[in-house]
């Protein structure tokens, strides 16, 4: 049989296509295995008691960091990640720990344990949170830990500056991320989040399994490689700045739609925009940015160009 170039580009989009779908199933039997672990280990709602007391401390760090260096956050299970670019070549990092619990004693016996570290290497840095939630760490260093403390509530917000060049991967399990003014290779990938990105270059790659995504160019081109950004269920907003020159890729998988609202944004030869698939070009084109929705609405919109 004789394969023509128009097929086998077709059938290499249908793959990478389905390389998606797998992706974002996946996320989802994540979310839902973790919702059931949840019901079946813990004790429901309606029978849990709140915590009598709260504790919140500050824990600061500063560590000097090179050029184009790589830093990797691991979060905590709740809570939020702040990161901004800065001048300086240091890492700045901010974290509020707070624990619940229902005695002073619990509470310090907590704090031994729900903390993060901090792994250095040449021009690397790691942010290890530890605590309750993982069993290896601790069976290695909190043997006799009381089982009633296990399931308590507790977050960490970290709040992080860094040099505008730095690869970043975080990876969180549910709150709230926030990353702008950073370019280099960036991966998040989050349980549940809402994710907010401002960002004008590097390569971007995000999938989150739930919440919702917003993505603001901060310039009328990308600088770097491209991005993928892929959300299993929610909504996910695109805003284009007016005169932005690049290719927009956009699908939604299963339900939902597109909303398209940059008039600028035309359909790319041979192809036709439909509510559940765009594969366009604005200005005079560029490197490509692919953005997919499980279940859920993509926007795509006009956004002003924040001056300096």
Known sequence: MHLTKKTIISACASFALLLQVCAIILSAVVIAGAQQKNKKDGPTP????????????????????GYAGALTIIGAPAGSITIEAWPRSEVDITADI???????EDLARLSTVNSFLLDEDTNRLRILTTGTHDKAFMK???KGFPKNLLGLPWKIDYRIRVPAMTDIEIDMGRGPITLGGVEG????TALESN????VSGGLVTATVGAGAINVALEARSWRGAGADIRLAKGDLTLELPAGYSGDINA???RTGQIANEYSALEPCERTTFTARSIKGR??????????TVGDGTLSIK???IKEP
């Open 46 to 65: 309606a029978t849990a008691a709140t915590p009598k007391l709260t504790r919140t401390t500050t824990r600061h760090e500063v560590r000097r960091f």
């Open 98 to 104: 707070e624990l619940r619990a229902d005695t002073e």
């Open 140 to 142: 290695k260093v909190a």
């Open 185 to 188: 290779t960036i991966r998040i």
């Open 195 to 198: 994710l907010k990105l401002n």
């Open 251 to 253: 699908d939604i998988l």
């Open 282 to 291: 604005a200005g005079a084109g560029g490197p490509t940015l692919s953005f």
């Open 302 to 304: 006009k956004a002003e």
